[in-house]
């Protein structure tokens, strides 16, 4: 049986690293070929190729760079002879990224991000048998018309379900509100769930000025203002609890959204939908009442990645509020015209 073909796009982060003895830590260092040549007997699980994106520490990769891995996987995944598409990352901006693909990439065939949580320095280097894991995930069948997917510690999770939940565990990407969707057994995927939706949008620009608030006691607007002063098209809250704010920062709010820039508003809380519960000032209900747009389940990184896009085709907040608050398939694309 003829080898399916697999495109893996190397972007960096730790998979990539190794300690430099002159500084005792961690920094780029390897190349993909070196990456590649540690996953064992691969060649017979897949045509690989390689493509060379970057070599970048996850926390230097911007929404703009971003955009561009969006265009060459989209372009790289177009190819009749590829039937997959892996992209190695670092953890620490993952989540975005792969949220920022599934949202702007839609294909059936597979699309895999994975990354490592050691480097190649440590004992237990987890980088090539996460790797390992995700060609076969990019090469199996059940995997196609998944979204994208990310594959670490032998689990298979959704990007748009997926965050990283601890700072050194091997198992650290987890989806917290559902579970992973499979597993890898023995080079073998087995998915147990789907997701109930997917959503895209299809743009080839992205809006950075869009601000991330994490909402604290007795957190006044000043901080809304400097964001709307400063010429943010869009800002995303990490509320309290069930999705409720200080008070005091209720004027802030309001004058972003008289000025037409959209509020999102997520839960600053790991798993749980944001809903107008409460009617007093800074509750949820008051909340909807000004306008303010509820992100339901979606931590706040990945409402910011959400809203980044929607902003670069419009700026009308009741079409981002279809966006956010409607759970059905659906699809934003930029008018031309």
């Known amino acids: 049986?003829?080898?399916?073909?697999?495109?893996?796009?190397?972007?960096?982060?730790?998979?990539?690293?190794?300690?430099?003895?002159?500084?005792?830590?961690?920094?780029?260092?390897?190349?993909?070929?070196?990456?590649?040549?540690?996953?064992?007997?691969?060649?017979?699980?897949?045509?690989?190729?390689?493509?060379?994106?970057?070599?970048?520490p996850s926390p230097h990769i911007t929404p703009d760079i971003m955009m561009k891995l969006s265009q060459t996987v989209k372009k790289t995944i177009s190819r009749e002879d590829i039937n997959g598409v892996v992209v190695t990352h670092g953890t620490d901006t993952l989540e975005e990224t792969a949220y920022l693909l599934d949202l702007t990439i839609k294909t059936e065939k597979p699309i895999v991000v994975v990354g490592a949580m050691r480097n190649s320095s440590e004992l237990g280097y987890d980088g090539s048998s996460n790797l390992s894991a995700a060609i076969c995930t990019a090469t199996s069948e059940d995997a196609k018309n998944k979204g994208v997917l990310v594959v670490m510690n032998n689990e298979v999770n959704s990007a748009s379900e997926v965050t990283k939940t601890n700072t050194l565990s091997l198992d650290t990407f987890k989806s917290p509100e559902f579970g992973p969707l499979g597993i890898i057994d023995n080079d073998e995927v087995i998915f147990y769930r789907d997701i109930p939706?997917?959503?895209?949008?299809?743009?080839?620009?992205?809006?950075?000025?869009?601000?991330?608030?994490?909402?604290?006691?007795?957190?006044?607007?000043?901080?809304?203002?400097?964001?709307?002063?400063?010429?943010?098209?869009?800002?995303?809250?990490?509320?309290?609890?069930?999705?409720?704010?200080?008070?005091?920062?209720?004027?802030?709010?309001?004058?972003?959204?008289?000025?037409?820039?959209?509020?999102?508003?997520?839960?600053?809380?790991?798993?749980?939908?944001?809903?107008?519960?409460?009617?007093?000032?800074?509750?949820?209900?008051?909340?909807?009442e000004l306008g303010v747009i509820f992100g339901g389940d979606l931590p706040g990184q990945k409402a910011r990645i959400k809203l980044m896009l929607a902003l670069s085709i419009t700026d009308d907040i009741e079409v981002i509020r279809y966006l956010f608050e409607r759970k059905e398939h659906s699809t934003l694309v930029k008018n031309i015209n």
Do not use: W
Request: proline share 4%; aromatic share 4%; net charge positive.
């Open 1 to 56: 049986m003829k080898r399916k073909k697999v495109a893996i796009i190397f972007t960096g982060g730790t998979i990539s690293m190794k300690i430099d003895p002159r500084i005792h830590a961690a920094i780029p260092a390897l190349s993909s070929e070196e990456i590649l040549s540690m996953v064992t007997n691969i060649e017979k699980a897949a045509e690989i190729e390689i493509i060379d994106f970057a070599n970048l």
């Open 197 to 288: 939706y997917k959503q895209h949008i299809q743009t080839e620009s992205i809006e950075s000025k869009v601000g991330l608030v994490k909402c604290v006691s007795g957190m006044e607007s000043d901080i809304l203002h400097f964001l709307i002063d400063s010429g943010y098209k869009g800002i995303v809250l990490e509320a309290l609890g069930r999705g409720n704010i200080p008070p005091k920062m209720m004027e802030g709010v309001e004058k972003s959204i008289n000025k037409n820039i959209p509020v999102v508003m997520v839960s600053r809380c790991p798993t749980g939908r944001v809903l107008d519960s409460y009617g007093y000032a800074g509750g949820g209900k008051t909340l909807r």
